[in-house]
């Protein structure tokens, strides 16, 4: 009998979490916050309103993806590797939180320093996954999803230090794009071409 709880199931569960998370999540947040121009990192900030809102997506889709790359780990390994890593970030993001953007709320300079750490794990590892896919042994040059996902998480860091009034539309972009690419990657075997093993 085939599980109900599969790793594409599992990871689509995150995706909604997370997802819900980005759009409900401002909802909540002060006055001085725009999805535009602060992150999600800036929505789940020490102290500030509605964080734990943001804070929880990061948590659901992290734990989804952790599981779903134990689950699979044969398979592929190193994306497997690269994206339980990935992760783990997330969790990470979530336990340690970034500095408020209300002035007047404590900030805790350490704890902004280890959600700098995670969100760093987060960007390199994702990169890593995409990097897989394409040059590990049996990776696919011809991967476009892949070529992409390399490139915007190059790319899109430094557009968001040259452009921070968009900086968080940005951000939430590459989220979505991730979304897109742990899909794909978890989707059962039977309905998509496994040739390309890693």
Known sequence: ????????RIVLFGIAAMLMAMVIGPMLSPPAFSWLRHTTSEQAGQHMPGAWIMRAGFVA?????????LR??????LIRGALALF??????????????????LPADPHEDFLHSMASSLVGAAFAAACAAR?????????????????????AIP???????DARGAMQRAMFAFSFVFVAREFTEPSRRDMSNRT
């Not at 394409?134 to 190059?154: E, H, Q, T």
């Open 134 to 154: 394409i040059f590990a042994p049996g990776g696919s040059r011809s991967d476009v999803l892949a070529w992409a996902g390399l490139v915007m998480s190059i």
């Open 1 to 8: 009998m085939t599980s109900l709880i599969t790793p594409v």
């Open 87 to 104: 992760g783990l970030g997330l969790i990470g993001a979530a336990v340690w939180s970034n500095t408020p953007i209300v002035a007047e």
């Open 72 to 77: 699979g780990w044969a398979t592929r390994p």
């Open 158 to 164: 430094l557009a968001m230090v040259a452009l921070p």
């Open 61 to 69: 889709y992290g734990l989804a993806i952790f599981a779903a790359a």
